[in-house]
Every structure is written in C-alpha cells, then in structure tokens.
C-alpha cells in the first residue's frame, strides 16, 4: 500500500533462549509520527534492528516503504536513516566535519554548504569548529539527529532520541521531531517515557512481552479506558495510567 512506510506482520526473534518478539504486527502511515512504546529490555531496540536491516527475524515480514528487508535490503537502506541510541557521532572530528562528512559518504554535490545549513538549523554553528567530544548530551544529540537527515531520507529512526538528556535538551530533541513532521517525513521513534509518546505521536504502539498489547492514537487509546468519575467532574485518564492498567491487566490474566 503506497500510504505505508512501514507494514510489520508476525515479527519473531529469539537470541538463544531469550524469546524477545512473539508475533508483532503493526503499520506506520507515511507522513505520521510513530511511536514505539515499552519498558527497558521490551525489545524497542530489537525492532529498530530489524526494520533498517541491521538484524534479521526469525520469522515474520517487515515491509518499509515499500521493500521487503529480507529480500530488497539494499532498497530499504537507500530510502531510510537511523539514529541508534547510542551517537554515532565521532568525537575526534568537530561538529562540521562529521557533517561533512557524511554528506560525502552519501555522494552529496555541496558537503560544505549542507553542513553550514544543518549547523545553523540545528543552532551549532557557534560550536561548528569544536571536537564533537566537547558537546553537552543535548548538542552531540541534535548533531546525530543532523547527521541522519543528511540526505533528506523520508523515513527517520529515531531510537530512544531523548534517553540520557536532561530536561531541556529533551524539549529541544521534541522541536526537532516535530519540525521533521512538519516537514513531511516519517518518524518512527522508541521510547521508554510515556509523556514523549503522548507529545509527539499521531499513533503509539505499546510492546510488551513480545506483543503489540494496544495501538492507536492517543484518544482511541483513552477510549479503551472510560473516564472515572471523581465528583461529577470527569477525568481523562493520562497515558500512564492507560499503560499501567493495560500492563496490569495482562499480568492479571
Ligand atoms: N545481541 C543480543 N544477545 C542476547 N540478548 C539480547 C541481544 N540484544 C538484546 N538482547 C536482549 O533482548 C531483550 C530486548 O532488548 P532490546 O531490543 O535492546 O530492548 P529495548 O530496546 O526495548 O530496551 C533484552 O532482554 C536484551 O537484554
Ligand atoms: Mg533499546
């Protein structure tokens, strides 16, 4: 279907013992912001791997815009960029030559000029000419997240893009995601804070033990949970809750 950057069915992977996916299916529409839901250790990680073709699954399809990762790899990483959640960032070279960098890897006509305007976008060009090594957890992120829109891939992977952050580079990482769909591309972020799926995702997809236990949108997953009733006065559940009841209510069957 040409609406969807990403259709997932069955999605199975082991490592040795550890069943980490159990059958995971979901879809992501071009355009949208997606997010991947789940706690430390859910297998967030695991499903990034797979969908940019770093990994492979034991069973199961992943279709992503419109290429098979089994059989079309080649394709799939032509047309997508991630950004892992540790940085890719190298600390030996400075903010502006990584950007450089990269732009050359990818064959760029201007390396130059690309790296001046993502330096400037991204609010780096004081510290374009410093070592990478030198940045606070909040620049060398907005550098990394420069690095992986070099290129202008439609479809971005942003994995656990605010883990480690403090509260500021947090909301500062947040305005880049919600430029990049202002913009257009495809977001596909994981997440382990609830508050940043219900920021920035048209759609949330909660993966817990192995299985997509609840999807949709923010308001279809507070349908699923009917307000309480606290003196007449009705309260909308926030996510967490949500969560906390979805979570419970599967460990209590
Ligand atoms: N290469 C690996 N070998 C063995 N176990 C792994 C490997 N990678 C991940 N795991 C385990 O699989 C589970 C899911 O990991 P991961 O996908 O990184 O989760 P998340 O990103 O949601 O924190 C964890 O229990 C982790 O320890
Ligand atoms: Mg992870």
Redo the contacts with the bound molecule.
Sequence with gaps: MPNKSIQVNGLQKS??Q?Q?LKGVDFEVEKGSVFALL????????????ILTTLLKPDSGTAIVNGFDVASKPDRVRQSISLTG?FAAVDEVLTGRENLIMIAKLRHLNHPRQVAHDLLKRFGLTDAADRKASSYSGGMRRRLDIAMSLIGKPELIFL??PTTGLDPEARIEAWKIVKELADGGTTVFL?T?YLDEAEQLADRIAI?HEGRIIASGTLAELKELFPPAEVEYVEKQPTLEEIFLAIIGKKEAI
């Design positions: 490592y040795k550890l980490v789940g706690s430390n250790g859910a297998g967030k990680t695991t499903v990034v791997k959640q994995d656990e994981t382990q993966l």
